[in-house]
């Protein structure tokens, strides 16, 4: 099992720009893809980003459109999520969470997959 907390969330203008970070802890973070998910009000658990635990590969979701970056540090256990031109839209709660399966060799959107959650960190963009 891992802990993990975000941190880096707030309130940010239409345009405006937000780093989160995501610290882990317990098992192996080096081995694990990671991965983030947002939720807005009244709406399902939306996935953000994920990267590879080997190669650093990154996937996205499709509302992205190239503003934002999932990246990681192994040797600090964090992962970060770098937002750019940021929306109203964007506004929700954004949980990192860790893959269920150690040393998976694809990157998967699909929630179910990732078993460690943290707590979320809140981001609203105001217009």
């Known amino acids: 099992q891992v802990q993990l907390v975000e941190s880096g969330g707030g309130l940010v203008q239409v345009g405006g720009s937000l780093r989160l970070s995501c610290a882990a802890s317990?098992?192996?973070?080096?081995?694990?893809?990671m991965g983030w998910f947002r939720q807005a009000p009244g709406k399902e658990r939306e996935f953000v980003a994920a990267?590879?635990?080997?190669?650093?590969?990154?996937a996205y979701g499709d509302f992205v459109k190239g503003r934002f970056t999932i990246s990681r540090d192994n040797a600090k256990n964090q992962v970060y999520l770098q937002m750019n031109t940021l929306k109203p839209e964007d506004t929700a709660v954004y949980y990192c969470a860790s893959d269920r399966r150690p040393l998976r060799d694809y990157l998967t959107p699909q929630d179910t997959q990732y078993d460690d959650w943290g707590l979320g960190t809140q981001v609203t963009v105001s217009s």
């Open positions: 990267i590879s635990w080997s190669d650093g590969s990154t």
């Open positions: 317990g098992r192996t973070f080096r081995s694990y893809n």
